[in-house]
């Protein structure tokens, strides 16, 4: 696949995935679900999700690090400054050839534009917070969000990325 078809993918994934009411329950039901999907797949994963810039749920697995941890900081970082995925903005640079501190003027040690940070999103509302995950390679911590948002609102047509 193509970084413009990638692209493409994941704008209707972030259209698409959107809830009509969040709540704490909410957040307590994404992070026990993202849990068990990263344990069926042997995944040892930072989980943090944010609301209205409050840590809400925050997860450090068995076998994952304080490396995730940081990572999972600068996607979130990357997710708030722009409401978009993380990995479309780092697609979108690669398309320009560029980095968001050539870009943006972004230090790059306070933004990670790899996959696994996803826009949070409430109908009528716009972007609430993020989802972020990190431990596998950034295509699967990007699908891995995915398919659990997907699955939580009962979407089961969503386009996926391939890997």
């Known amino acids: 696949m193509s970084v413009e078809d ?3 993918i994941i704008a209707e994934q972030e259209a698409r995935l959107e809830f009509c009411q969040f709540d704490s329950d909410t957040v307590w039901e994404l992070g026990c679900r993202l849990r068990e999907a990263a344990r ?3 995944a040892a994963l930072a989980i943090v999700i944010t609301v209205n810039q409050v840590r809400r749920f925050q997860l450090l697995m068995a076998g994952a ?3 995730n941890e940081d990572w999972a900081r600068r996607k979130h970082n ?6 978009r995925s993380s990995l479309a903005i780092g697609l979108d640079c690669q398309r320009q050839q560029t980095n968001l501190q050539e ?3 972004l230090s790059l040690a306070e933004h990670a534009t ?5 826009p949070l999103r409430l109908q009528g509302v716009g972007c609430i917070g993020s989802i972020v995950v990190s431990g596998l390679p950034q295509r699967q911590d990007h699908q891995l969000v995915v398919d659990v948002l997907a699955s939580m609102l009962a979407i089961d047509d969503l386009p996926a990325l391939d890997g």
């Open 6 to 8: 990638d692209l493409q």
């Open 40 to 42: 069926q797949c042997g």
């Open 114 to 118: 790899h996959g696994g940070g996803f």
């Open 65 to 67: 690090s304080a490396n």
């Open 103 to 105: 870009k943006n003027g």
């Open 78 to 83: 990357v997710v708030q400054k722009f409401e």
